[in-house]
């Protein structure tokens, strides 16, 4: 089985008083992860999934005499897809101040809905993580860096879904159904989400502009919407774990750009199903945006995992000079360009160099790129 990276942090976080919330895109792996912490605490546990009607009644606008009749001898309860249940976060809150001997997990696919819900009633109460699809340092962990490297390509073309992975030869038709179905239930259920037809347009267009600075402008012309639109279904996808956005990094020096903005996708497999292209690394046009996204997801895997602190941005000035990724930890600045091709050169601009000169620059490559994504 594949060891997930939070789980000996989760199991350390155990019965310290607060709750453990785990957020993540649904089929990240969410669940099994939980299941297999609960196997090795080996102690009584009540699981409640939140996607049944009978669960989101009795959770909502509940009292703590009826939770501790509910529990019974339970010492763990595990309330799966959370987001679901309306009001959790106060009874998420009576059980840390008044069922102080239970442990109470949740997990949530929707960070839009379950964060709003717990922030407040939570503060003070609560470990909270995320978790991805699967990285590249955990299956080097499962099966070796070498094994590992020789399946980058792989990789590349259908990502880190754990289904995805451990099913070879269906890729395709699962990727299928999990873009399809999956990925967007919880957008689907928002009252923000008026026209799901315009969705899976913005989804193809941002796909399409991987590695790109993107106008929300042009793509609301491209999809026949307005720019504010555009805006709040971007955001709605980021928090439900589908997309994130990297600002332009600006210190004030002439010509950079500001107020820009890419988009990537957290996995390169979901990407590639939205615009139904598996074609190999060899044969593909937009290869270095691919190489691009997988290796700066697998770097906020990496810090996340490892609770490093950094900011990430991108450069560019309005001479058309570029750096793939800046990285902002605490006073340090790192400045990263990412190449595909082992023949193709990389040079950081003079103008990003000569203006800050406290910056390390590298360049990331496959020959080299398990340094950067956290195996070492």
Not at 331 to 347: C, G, I, P, V
Request: charged fraction near 25%.
């Amino acid at each position: 089985m594949i060891k997930r990276a939070l789980e000996t942090v989760i199991q350390q976080k155990l019965f310290k008083g607060k709750a453990i919330l785990l957020f993540g895109p649904r089929q990240s792996g969410k669940s099994t992860l939980i299941e297999t912490v609960l196997k090795r605490q080996d102690k009584p546990f009540l699981y409640m999934n939140g996607d049944e009607a009978d669960v989101r009644e009795i959770l909502t606008e509940t009292t703590s005499t009826k939770l501790k009749a509910l529990t019974g001898n339970k010492e763990i309860v595990f309330i799966d897809e959370a987001q679901r249940i309306a009001n959790i976060g106060l009874t998420l809150k009576l059980f840390t101040d008044q069922i102080k001997n239970v442990q109470v997990i949740a997990t949530g696919s929707s960070a839009f809905e379950l964060s709003s819900q717990v922030n407040e009633p939570l503060t003070g109460r609560k470990y909270e993580y995320q978790l991805y699809p699967l990285s590249f340092s955990e299956m080097v962990q499962y099966h070796g860096l070498l094994l590992e490297k020789r399946s980058i390509e792989h990789r590349l073309i259908y990502g880190y879904y754990p289904e995805i992975v451990t099913n070879k030869g269906e890729e395709r038709e699962l990727l299928k159904l999990l873009a399809n179905s999956y990925l967007y239930k919880d957008l689907l259920m928002l009252d923000q989400i008026k026209k799901p037809l315009l969705l899976e347009k913005l989804l193809k267009a941002l796909a399409l502009q991987v590695g790109s600075e993107i106008n929300y402008h042009e793509i609301a012309q491209t999809i026949g919407s307005d720019s504010k639109t555009v805006d709040k279904y971007i955001d709605l996808l980021e928090k439900t774990f589908v997309v994130f956005r990297l600002p332009a990094f600006s210190r004030n020096v002439r010509n950079e750009i500001k107020k820009g903005k890419k988009v990537y996708f957290y996995d390169c497999g979901i990407r590639n199903a939205i615009i139904n292209n598996f074609k190999s690394t060899s044969t593909r046009t937009d290869i270095g945006a691919l190489w691009e996204n997988f290796v700066i997801a697998e770097r906020m895997k990496h810090l996340r995992y490892h609770d490093i602190d950094a900011t990430h941005y991108f450069w560019r000035t309005t001479q058309q000079q570029e750096i793939d990724l800046i990285e902002e930890q605490g006073d340090n600045l790192l400045a990263f360009e990412f190449k595909w091709s082992r023949t193709e050169k990389a040079r950081f601009p003079q103008t990003f160099t000569a203006n800050y000169p406290q910056a390390e620059t590298k360049v990331i490559s496959p020959e080299n790129v398990e340094d950067f994504i956290g195996v070492s």
